[in-house]
């Protein structure tokens, strides 16, 4: 049985049983029973799952582990955390990050005037806040304003000029002045496809000059006292450790260095995000080469050696890992629409009374091929395949005779391919390889996956159901957009394999794993395919609960979002139907129906291809 590697990436967070994808937790529900439920009411194209109790296991691990950590190390400091919106802003995510988190006080990061607004109407009073990025005077203002309405803000500045606007704001309101942090910029760089966060070129931070002139600004506007955080970050999705202990080195020892310099209300690092998850399936090629639980050490560790070392009281720790909160929560389900080889199904054969003579030999290869003969009789198939072309190019066999001739050769080669398997043998990768199936999926790669589009990140994928069954097929995905970008083709160091299906007969779904970190919020309605449908699911110790139904949206919204009038869009084609000299009264009415049940849907596909 194949297992996609679920054991890899999935985090003990799901597992195959019975030959389906399961939920590992409490009552442990099938995923294609979930998706059916779902279906049953009519709902058609990709849905998102989104379970509550994935992102409350990974905040407890993170606030475990840190504990764990500093008791290990005599760490005097708290551990503390806060997510950052722009990692998933959409509803329902948000709802299940305050509502699981609330136990540990996991707090928000915002980086836009947006989304300190958003963060401030979703925590309670006292809960961390932390607002990064460039800012002006209103979004400072926004700042002063939620910090008097009793909000534990801190504002990291970025640039002096924003230093001056917050002493300025300080000066001429009435408003409670929020801590303070000063972003710092480490020569420490990052490691992986981020690792420009981090370094002297890094977008974000103060040098060393700047930092010594914000502690003389704070101090002359008497605001020092409001200093409160370092942060640093240096990458998302870090994939070595060794980087991060050097940048906790020199942050550590900056942090050091500013509590002796007087800013004795400064007794927090922020280290930002970075923890890695893992979106590989694949043996020997995982993303990290770090555990949580080294990670926490580490950073407990070096830090607590720094401030020992200088007699320093040891600084509260904060995070911002938000991909390692919520990537895992989040499944794509997709159901398969074709299989573009599906025109080599025995049942099309055509086969005359009599047949030249090598067409024969193969309706005799494909009888008979066992474990015995596959090998050999592959061998023979596919020299007569190639006699046949020759043969059909010289005009002695007819184009029934070539449709019968590559039908036969086809299904001998997926026997032994069964028969033998394609692990150990290299003409058979080679020839499964070749021969790959297209898989067209029911939903937007651009929409639903863009980073793979983008930047050509994995996801985990594999069949929710069938693993009962042996895949033999090499498979290319292939989304319904119209754009040739949108493919996750056959990798043969990464390869994908997937079961050979009658979809006249079955459906065949598909999940994406660990979508639930920044796909929704860089998705974008290239070709107008919206949002897929999105439901949360609760489990219970004897089943589950579906609820947060959104549908993706119908046609018309669609075209309203981007700034058509829907109502003008209908008149008009109804009025194009109304005056169409072609169709009889009855049938006009009836297309009228038939357009507004069209439009109401949403854009995906509800039929086979």
């Known amino acids: 049985m194949n297992n996609y590697g679920i054991d890899i990436f999935s985090n003990n967070d799901f597992k195959i049983r019975d030959g389906e994808v399961k939920l590992n937790y409490k009552s442990k529900p099938s995923v294609i029973n979930i998706v059916q439920e779902i279906r049953s009411g009519g709902i058609r194209g990709p849905m998102l799952l989104r379970f509550p109790h994935l992102i409350k296991k990974q905040i407890k691990n993170l606030y475990t582990n840190f504990n764990n950590a500093m008791s290990e190390n005599n760490y005097n400091g708290?551990?503390?955390?806060?997510?950052?919106?722009?990692?998933n802003q959409f509803p329902n995510a948000i709802k299940a990050i305050t509502e699981q988190g609330k136990e540990f006080n996991y707090g928000l990061e915002a980086g836009s005037k947006a989304e300190l607004v958003l963060a401030m109407s979703q925590v309670e009073a006292g809960t961390n806040i932390t607002v990064n990025g460039f800012k002006d005077e209103e979004m400072i203002t926004i700042a002063f304003i939620g910090v008097s309405c009793g909000h534990n803000i801190t504002l990291t500045i970025e640039g002096l000029n924003e230093l001056e606007t917050i002493i300025e704001v300080a000066k001429n309101t009435n408003f409670k002045v929020p801590n303070i942090g000063i972003r710092i910029r480490l020569h420490s760089a990052g490691s992986g496809a981020w690792a420009k966060s981090g370094g002297m070129d890094a977008k974000f931070g103060l040098t060393s000059t700047e930092i010594i002139e914000a502690v003389a600004l704070l101090r002359e506007a008497d605001l020092l006292d409001s200093l409160s955080m370092i942060h640093?970050?240096?990458?998302?999705?870090?994939?070595?450790?060794?980087p991060l202990k050097k940048a906790l080195r020199e942050a550590g020892n900056i942090y050091a260095e500013l509590r002796m310099m007087g800013a004795q209300s400064l007794e927090n690092i922020n280290i930002g995000g970075g923890l890695a998850v893992e979106y590989d399936q694949h043996e020997n090629s995982q993303a990290h080469n770090y555990s949580i639980k080294e990670f926490s050490s580490s950073v407990v560790f070096l830090l607590g050696e720094i401030m020992d070392a200088k007699n320093i009281k040891h600084p509260n720790i904060y995070t911002e890992s938000g991909r390692y909160v919520v990537a895992s929560h989040a499944l794509l389900v997709a159901p398969v629409l074709e299989l573009f080889s599906q025109d080599y199904h025995e049942r099309l054969l055509n086969l005359k009374d009599v047949n030249p003579p090598l067409v024969q030999e193969l309706v005799s290869l494909n009888d008979l091929i066992s474990s015995k003969t596959s090998i050999e009789y592959l061998h023979d198939a596919l020299d007569h395949q190639e006699s046949l072309f020759t043969l059909f190019d010289l005009g002695y066999i007819d184009l029934q005779d070539r449709s019968n001739a590559e039908i036969l050769v086809h299904n001998i080669i997926k026997k032994a391919l069964y028969i033998e398997g394609f692990e150990g043998s290299r003409e058979l990768e080679l020839l499964q390889t070749r021969l790959q199936e297209r898989y067209l999926v029911n939903l937007s790669i651009f929409q639903s996956l863009p980073d793979y589009w983008g930047i050509k990140q994995d996801f985990p994928v594999m069949p929710i159901h069938n693993l009962e069954k042996k895949p033999i097929r090499a498979a290319s995905l292939w989304d319904i957009t119209c754009d040739s970008d949108g493919e996750i083709g056959f990798n043969p160091s990464k390869p994908l394999h997937l079961h050979d299906v009658d979809l006249d007969n079955e459906e065949y779904f598909l999940g994406f794993f660990n979508v639930g970190a920044y796909q929704e919020t860089?998705?974008?309605?290239?070709n107008l395919f919206s949002r897929p449908n999105?439901?949360?699911?609760?489990?219970?110790?004897?089943?589950y609960n579906i609820s947060n139904?959104?549908?993706?949206?119908?046609?018309l919204d669609i075209l309203e979002d981007i700034?058509?009038?829907g109502k003008s869009i209908l008149n008009k084609l109804e009025n194009d139907i109304l005056q169409s000299e072609f169709i009889?009264?009855?049938?006009?009415?009836?297309?009228?129906?038939?357009?507004?049940?069209y439009l109401k849907q949403n854009g995906y596909l509800r039929t086979t291809y």
């Not at 708290?78 to 990692?87: G, T, Y």
């Not at 860089?522 to 290239?526: F, K």
């Not at 999105?534 to 089943?543: A, K, P, Q, R, S």
Request: avoid cysteine; proline fraction near 2%.
């Open 232 to 242: 640093f970050h240096i990458g998302s999705q870090m994939s070595d450790i060794a």
């Open 78 to 87: 708290s551990f503390n955390a806060v997510f950052p919106l722009k990692v």
């Open 522 to 526: 860089l998705g974008m309605n290239h």
């Open 549 to 555: 139904g959104i549908e993706s949206e119908n046609i």
């Open 584 to 597: 009889t009264t009855q049938e006009k009415a009836d297309t009228l129906a038939q357009l507004n049940t």
């Open 563 to 565: 700034g058509y009038s």
């Open 534 to 543: 999105e439901y949360t699911i609760n489990i219970t110790e004897d089943g």
